[in-house]
């Protein structure tokens, strides 16, 4: 490790907090698919408007700056996003908006942009989200490299292809074996089916009228789920992302259309305005690391995150990480040394049953944690963390505002920590 | 244009919390594969399908597998009425009988199905279209929809799919009869607003979320969390008292021209207390009787004329067109000032007007500023637009600064001298392309160009006043008049957001050779000893938007009068002296009284009378004719003169002179113009030995 700022906990400035968030249902990225007559944009805005609807407390004119990623932002995922689904979803002109791009991360970096906007008491309101319709914008759809890339080996040509990136991974660490990770992926489907039929999901997801063949019709249900998988449905899976390779469809997220948003706000302002807190953000952290193993970028972004928070791993007791890759999820529980089936994390399943909306998944990972929250009061930290394209990870710590021990009263000025409060970040050797 | 299908899938209601588990609601979209600008319409088989897929559902419902029906439309479009063109191909009464029945048979399912069913309106929603939505028991809109209303009364049929009997049960006669008799004529739909207050629809949702929104609301009236008051039967006495308010009325400015507005008034009354067997029966023999009129078969014609997207016939190809980057208007009156606001606000470039004094300039200026800040007052232009257009019109003394104006329009007083001097002192200035446009209204074109180096760039473009109202402008290929000139004249004129008619360069071109040939025969039969009130009343069967002295004093008794005298001086005796006008003019006489009800005629003064008596002229034979001789006399005249100008080449097909009558004087649809209704009446044969348009055009077939 290299040398540490001074130890504090978390944020400096205004306490932030997440009131509210929603997703669409994903659909699968495919021309038969949920959302294949569907517009980017309006997935967005249908999050914003359902913002709208369950915070009637909330004067639209209150918002103080929406944030919308999209990691392709051309056509109608262009145009600001940010701004534009603003004006499409009504809210007042004078609410202002921006686009934000950190591939998978977006939505997270959104949140994040928008809470530190919050803290140093730039806007008390604001919507972050993110939206990415995979069926219209392939992954570096449109994009062009610079050839330095390559001809100056700044980076492997495998990193530009993210299952090529997962093999890596599995090359890297003898214990990352192809049965681990099947194992996980069928896990995935049967958690989250388990919290499907428990009405765990229902209640984050906001229905979308879609165009069916001209016929309208309304989105209300996640589409690429595959309930039923086994262990002995995903073992004999070819692996397109190399010859013998051990990356496959069930270890793998899945193509997906879908958008997120979720409202934030400083905490004094939601108890003025009669808003719910559901998880304050503690800390965050982005961290890089070789873009052909991008799916190690959650664990130095955890470390320093948990570090800012002035807390260990022991401390979490909820995490959500996106399951881009079941290669990915296994190697960041061995980094912190979690179990495999550890029930704090993704216990309703993640990314690869659900979908992976690339710029929207980040706030899916936060509404997810905070349901969570709300359904154990006995939990008093979580985190939300995924790895990200280029070599990133990211990661936000966030308190349960439930939890007995919650300082509710407290509206700002995270102090630096006392000389007691020792870190109790693992040491991992990446 | 593919047909109308109906579409069905299954959607989830909503609980209380829950997104799913309130039960499933049937929707049904109607679509007809085409985007926005091909609204759907109903047809016959539209309609029959739509009756199968409620039968299918009815039978769901009684097998409890569906909670709610709804319908909606593609995307800003709910449904824009019947198929009108396969109306038009009915010839039988039976078949007309069989059309609405059909409507009735399908839409009555709507109330029968056992479940609660509801209207999602998206978008526009016109006759048969807002009638399925008044069928369904619950309505929601969204609140960008721009249109919803009954215009069958306008095109010479009834609301005959339930809207007569329905919509004064929803939202109370006096609203009702607003909807089907006076928007209908005015051709003023509802917006998604005024249709929320008045109770046509229940609910107004954003359109953002409209159809997630609509089942949400939807689902809690299905649950009983949502409860709709539906207004009680309106007493007696205040009914009788509103249908024979709306009967006045309609006598005084409907009259017998033509049958529709009557027949749904009577409608509306006759269906109060019945139940819906009888009420729709007696709309089924409405419609039936309508469709078999001429006049809703010449209605129709006439719809297509103004609503086609046609290009003008006799225009050049649009490629031909030349780019207007900057316009000059020759003088600042008020036409100039007009038609600079105009061109500013539509063409969105700088204008200079150009007038001979600064007072002039200032006052033209002055125009265009008042006309502007009313335009603000009103909410139909932005204070920003404002800015733009204000600071797009200048005005000068000096010609020289029309010298990079692609196209010049002049508007100054209507003599021949004044004009010609203003071209010879334009062309030295403008460049080699830029068009020169008259607005003249009865000086020839090509007089006005003979004497320029380059006549072939010399146009019409005649204006209606007022210019910003008047959907018209004829555009006159003068003698000379090259392609590109004659392009560009009809491109600006569609930017302008106007229809344009063709015409070539004689004198009155088409409005004004009829409008003033029907006055001149008016105050001719005067002039030979009818009364003027018997003379006045004479049109009113046609349903024209005025009576004569009205329109007299409406244009200002001295231009008509101008105008009489110059078109008689070229086209001879159908247009009579009148020395009684010449009276009025000079002595200033008041013409018409005020109107007795806002929007009802306005008729002459006995003035008028005494002014024609002192002034005739003792030599002028006097033959007193009653109502029906003045109109056989103007009947005979305009059939007359409507063949010398085919003859002559005014127009190349009645079609055009139809257009620009209904466009630039108002005359109705059920005359289909006026060509239609001279077919109808065996004018044209007896007159012209032809008819004008062929059988079933425009008209009932034989």
Sequence with gaps: MTSSPPMRRGLLGRRVVLVDGVRTPFGRARDDGLYAGTRADDLAVACVRELLHRNPNLPPERVGEVAIAATTQQGDQGLTLGRTVAMLAGLPQEVPGYAVDRMCAGALTATTQVAAQIAVGAVDVAIAGGVEHMGRHPLGGGADPNPRFVAEGLVDSDALVMGATAENLHDGDARLTRERADRYGVASQERYAAALAAGRIDRDLVAVGVRDQGAWTLATADEPPRPGTTLEGVRDLPTPFRPGGRVTAATSSPLTDGATACLLAAQDVAAELGLAARARLVSFAYAGVDPAVMGLGPVPATRRALELAGLGIDDIGAIEVNEAFAVQVLAFLDAFGLDDADPRVNPDGGAIAVGHPLAASGVRLAIQLARRFEDDPSIRYGLTTMCVGLGQGATVVWENPHHPAYDGERTSGEHLASAGATPTTPEVQL | ?702
């Design chain 2, 1 to 702: 244009m593919s047909t109308t299908g109906v579409l069905v899938r299954d959607v989830d209601l909503p609980t209380a919390d829950a997104l799913r588990g309130g039960g499933t609601l049937a929707l049904l979209t109607l679509d007809n594969g085409a985007d926005h600008t091909r609204p759907t319409t109903l047809s016959p088989e539209t309609v029959a399908e739509l009756e199968q897929v409620l039968l299918a559902q009815r039978e769901r419902a009684s097998r409890g597998q569906i909670a709610a029906l709804a319908v909606t439309g593609k995307p800003y479009v709910f449904a824009a009425g019947a198929d009108l063109k396969r109306v038009t191909e009915v010839t039988s009464r039976d078949q007309a009988l069989a059309l609405g029945r059909g409507g009735h048979a399908a839409y009555r399912l709507l109330r029968e199905l056992g479940v609660p069913t509801f209207a999602f309106v998206n978008g526009v929603a016109l006759g048969g279209g807002l009638e399925l939505a008044l069928a369904c028991d619950y309505r929601t809109v969204a609140g960008s929809v721009r249109a919803l209303g009954l215009p069958e009364t306008s095109l010479g049929l009834v609301p005959g799919w339930g809207g007569a009997t329905l919509l004064p049960r929803l939202i109370g006669v006096e609203a009702a009869l607003d909807v089907i008799l006076t928007r209908a004529a005015a051709t003023k739909p509802l917006s998604a607003h005024e249709a929320d207050l008045l109770g046509v629809v229940d609910v107004m949702l954003d359109p953002a979320d409209f159809l997630a929104r609509s089942v949400a609301w939807a689902a809690s009236v299905v649950r009983g969390d949502t409860v709709v008051a539906r207004r009680a039967p309106e007493p007696e006495d205040s009914f009788r008292a509103v249908v024979d308010a709306a009967r006045t009325r309609l006598d005084a400015v409907v009259g017998t021209s033509r049958p529709a507005p009557h027949r749904a008034l009577a409608l509306v009354e006759q269906t109060r207390d019945l139940g819906l067997d009888e009420a729709y029966a007696l709309e089924d023999e409405a419609l039936a009787d309508l469709v078999m009129t001429h006049e809703m078969r010449a209605s129709v014609y006439a719809f297509g004329l103004v609503t086609g997207a046609k290009r003008p016939v006799g225009a050049p190809p649009a490629e031909l067109a030349r780019p207007v980057r900057r316009v000059g208007v020759v003088g600042a009156g008020l036409m100039a000032a007009q038609i600079a606001l105009l061109v500013a606000r539509r063409l969105k470039v700088p204008v200079v007007m150009r007038d001979l004094d600064s007072e002039r300039c200032a006052a033209g200026l002055a125009h265009v500023r008042a006309e502007v800040d009313k335009a603000v007052h009103r909410g139909r232009l932005t204070t920003a637009r404002a800015a733009r257009v204000l600071g797009s019109i200048t005005a000068t003394t000096n010609l020289a600064d029309l010298a990079g104006c692609d196209l010049v329009i002049e508007a100054v007083t209507e003599r021949l001298d004044l004009k010609k001097h203003v071209f010879a002192e334009l062309e030295p200035i403008v460049g080699p392309d830029a068009v020169l446009a008259t607005n003249t209204s009865a000086l020839s074109v090509t007089a006005m160009a003979a004497d320029l180096d380059h006549p072939e760039r010399v146009v019409g473009l005649h204006f209606f006043n007022p210019v910003a109202a008047m959907p018209l402008v004829e555009v006159i290929r003068a003698e000379r008049t090259d392609e590109p000139a004659l392009a560009t004249a009809y491109a600006v004129t569609k930017a302008l957001g106007k229809n344009a008619v063709g015409s070539a360069d004689r004198p009155g071109f088409i409005v004004n050779r009829l409008l003033v040939l029907l006055l001149g025969r008016i105050v001719g039969a005067v002039e030979r000893g009818t009364p003027v009130e018997v003379a006045d009343r004479a049109c009113d069967v046609l349903g024209l938007p005025m009576p004569p002295f009205q329109l007299f004093d409406l244009v200002g008794p001295a231009v008509g009068l101008h105008v009489l005298t110059s078109l008689r001086e070229e086209l001879g005796e159908a247009f009579p002296r009148s020395p009684g006008l010449e009276r009025i003019v000079a002595d200033g006489v008041p013409v018409v009284g005020p109107p007795p009800a806002p929007g009802l005629p306005r008729r002459p003064l006995p003035d008028v009378q005494a002014a024609f008596d002192a002034a005739r002229d003792p030599a002028t034979p006097q033959q007193p004719l009653d109502e029906a001789g003045v109109l056989d006399d103007v009947l005979v005249a305009l059939t007359t003169e409507i063949g010398r100008m085919l003859d002559e080449g005014v127009v190349t097909t009645p079609s055009q002179i139809d257009t620009a009558m209904i466009l630039g004087a108002g005359w109705p649809f059920h005359l289909g113009g006026i060509t239609p209704y001279l077919d109808r009446t065996g004018y044209s044969e007896r007159v012209l030995g032809r008819r004008l348009l062929p059988d079933g055009v425009a008209s009932l077939p034989e």
